[in-house]
């Protein structure tokens, strides 16, 4: 963020998770889901860039939908449709998985979504410059030092 002059600073990461039809839980490869892509571009701009890049490094196949469906029902429609384990977005992590679905973990590689705070590197007011401060001072590395964690190649925390 250099360019823009500004800071991020790590608030968290979600490890994703796949939903799939069937009873087995066990760990899925990142090479066997399938990740959404959905063509409202302004509405899912972030996501995509980042399933595009998931599936680029992984193997992870794509599936183009054109309504809205990567959280909510119409998520739980498409891996009902697919029959495929599909990654789940990090917008939809608080939503129950349907009694007739279940969530996997993924793994070879373990995909997260970082958060980050993001502030004027330069703030000259102490408050928000305390605020920052102590909005991130207790964040951990939250997994993303874990060697299995895959992050895309633009994530500000990816290690190299």
Same mark, same amino acid.
């Given at each position: 963020m250099?360019?823009e002059?500004?800071?991020?600073?790590?608030?968290?990461?979600?490890?994703?998770?796949? $939903?799939?039809?069937?009873?087995?839980t066990?760990?899925? *490869?990142?090479r066997?889901?399938v990740?959404l892509?959905?063509a409202?571009? $302004?509405s899912?701009?972030?996501?995509?860039?980042?399933?595009?890049?998931?599936a680029?490094?992984?193997?992870?196949?794509?599936?183009?939908?054109?309504?809205?469906?990567i959280?909510?029902p119409?998520?739980?429609? *498409?891996v009902r449709?697919?029959?495929?384990?599909? $990654?789940?977005?990090?917008?939809?992590?608080?939503?129950?998985?349907?009694a007739?679905?279940v969530?996997?973990?993924?793994?070879?590689?373990?995909?997260?979504?970082?958060?980050?705070?993001v502030?004027?590197?330069?703030e000259?007011?102490?408050?928000?410059?305390a605020?920052?401060?102590?909005?991130?001072?207790?964040?951990?590395?939250?997994g993303?030092?874990?060697?299995?964690?895959?992050?895309p190649?633009?994530?500000?925390?990816?290690?190299?």
């Amino acid at each position: 963020m250099r360019d823009e002059d500004l800071d991020a600073r790590l608030l968290g990461a979600d490890r994703l998770y796949a $939903v799939s039809t069937g009873t087995s839980t066990e760990p899925v *490869h990142t090479r066997d889901t399938v990740v959404l892509i959905d063509a409202d571009e $302004v509405s899912w701009s972030s996501w995509n860039r980042w399933a595009a890049a998931l599936a680029e490094e992984t193997g992870a196949g794509t599936v183009a939908v054109s309504d809205g469906g990567i959280t909510g029902p119409a998520f739980f429609d *498409h891996v009902r449709r697919l029959r495929r384990p599909v $990654v789940n977005c990090p917008k939809g992590q608080t939503t129950p998985v349907p009694a007739d679905l279940v969530a996997r973990p993924i793994t070879r590689p373990a995909p997260y979504w970082t958060w980050s705070l993001v502030s004027r590197r330069n703030e000259r007011r102490p408050a928000v410059r305390a605020l920052v401060a102590a909005l991130t001072r207790s964040v951990d590395g939250c997994g993303l030092d874990n060697p299995d964690a895959w992050l895309p190649p633009d994530d500000p925390y990816r290690v190299t």
